[in-house]
């Protein structure tokens, strides 16, 4: 659990609305708070004997359990394990999207809460975010990065101005600095729904003893042939574009970050959204006051983003002298700096399977 999570409400939110509901359904609960930022990894790279985990805190509290889980060296087998989401975060995009409504905060709690005792899974997909520097990062639902995301994570320094902190960070932002504008270089491929090129062969089924034809086992049931894609053929599968970017906001997001998911790709896709660079002042507050409109959910857009469907990419971001250039992962802040992106479809059994013995993280 995130004690710190909703500036410490978070701590209060569990103990009177989910934690009961595990006990009532005679789950075994061991609670582990986190004392700083980064445990929550540590902890998944090492948790055993446990059943599930769920937990209690936003995006970036999930983002960290995904990642401490998938860098381990056995994660063909702890991705096995499920993963429970206590949203008591300010950002709480995937437990959102797998409850598909617009819940209310204490609701969307509960019924959390619900779907770990009655065991209800789902599959998503997971964000690779690999760099020379370090080890890969993983995420569920998008990646931010330019001066508008730079604008609002500064709106705590304003709390003397209360309610409206959230809106004064675009003024005081575009005052300070003008003009504003994220510049690097991007490359992508786009979606495949399967070719020759990527194409591969199943491996072919064992062989078998002629007593097994009479056994109703997993493994010997007739399994139906995919697709064939070895003679599809398609000019744009691994053919890398390059293009040069400059703009107020740039985002990917997963399918389960977006809130209408793209349907017109069956393969596995991102979406980016890069922003206008061609604004007055006033443009980018109204810009930054748009986007706040979407602050409980990702992704991070505005109305007049371009927006492009890819499978992978790799931005270079141009680093200014003597000028710090954040990433926002999940709702996490990483250094910009050269990052390859890939995607990992319906990679994590979330959420949510709890048997007998639960850990709250």
């Not at 960290?64 to 950002?91: F, S």
């Not at 309610?163 to 003008?178: D, F, G, H």
Request: with cysteine.
């Amino acid at each position: 659990m995130n004690p710190a999570a909703r500036d410490s409400e978070g701590r209060k939110l569990f103990e009177k609305h989910a934690a009961p509901l595990l006990h009532l359904a005679g789950l075994q609960v061991s609670i582990v708070k986190t004392e700083h930022e980064g445990q929550t990894k540590e902890l998944m790279a090492v948790i055993s004997d446990t059943d599930a985990v769920v937990i209690a805190g936003g995006d970036g509290s999930l983002c960290e359990a995904i990642t401490g889980l998938l860098r381990r060296p056995d994660d063909d087998q702890t991705i096995k394990l499920p993963i429970g989401i206590c949203p008591v975060g300010k950002t709480n995009t995937i437990a959102r999207r797998m409850l598909r409504g617009d819940l209310s905060d204490i609701r969307l709690l509960g019924d959390s809460m619900l779907a770990v005792i009655r065991e209800e899974t789902q599959t998503f997909d997971v964000l690779s975010i690999a760099s020379d520097q370090g080890k890969p990062v993983f995420a569920l639902a998008e990646i931010q990065w330019g001066p508008l995301r730079d604008a609002a994570e500064k709106a705590s320094k304003y709390w003397y101005l209360g309610p409206l902190k959230k809106r004064a960070t675009y003024v005081i932002s575009s005052l300070k600095e003008w003009p504003q504008y994220a510049r690097g270089k991007l490359s992508y491929v786009l979606p495949c729904e399967g070719c020759s090129k990527c194409f591969k062969s199943p491996p072919p089924p064992p062989p078998q003893r002629w007593w097994q034809s009479f056994l109703k086992t997993e493994n010997n049931t007739k399994v139906l042939p995919g697709k064939d894609y070895s003679n599809v053929e398609n000019n744009e599968c691994g053919l890398w574009h390059n293009i040069d970017i400059e703009t107020i906001n740039f985002s990917a997001a997963t399918q389960n970050g977006l809130q209408q998911p793209n349907e017109d790709f069956e393969a596995p896709s991102l979406t980016l959204s890069i922003g206008p660079n061609d604004l007055l002042k006033k443009d980018f507050i109204m810009h930054g006051w748009e986007r706040q409109l979407s602050c409980r959910e990702m992704p991070h857009t505005t109305k007049s983003d371009r927006q492009l469907v890819v499978r992978e990419f790799k931005l270079e971001p141009e680093q200014a002298e003597g000028k710090e250039a954040w990433f926002s992962i999940d709702s996490e802040d990483y250094e910009a700096m050269p990052i390859h992106v890939c995607l990992m479809p319906k990679k994590n059994p979330l959420v949510l399977s709890a048997k007998y013995h639960v850990t709250c993280i």
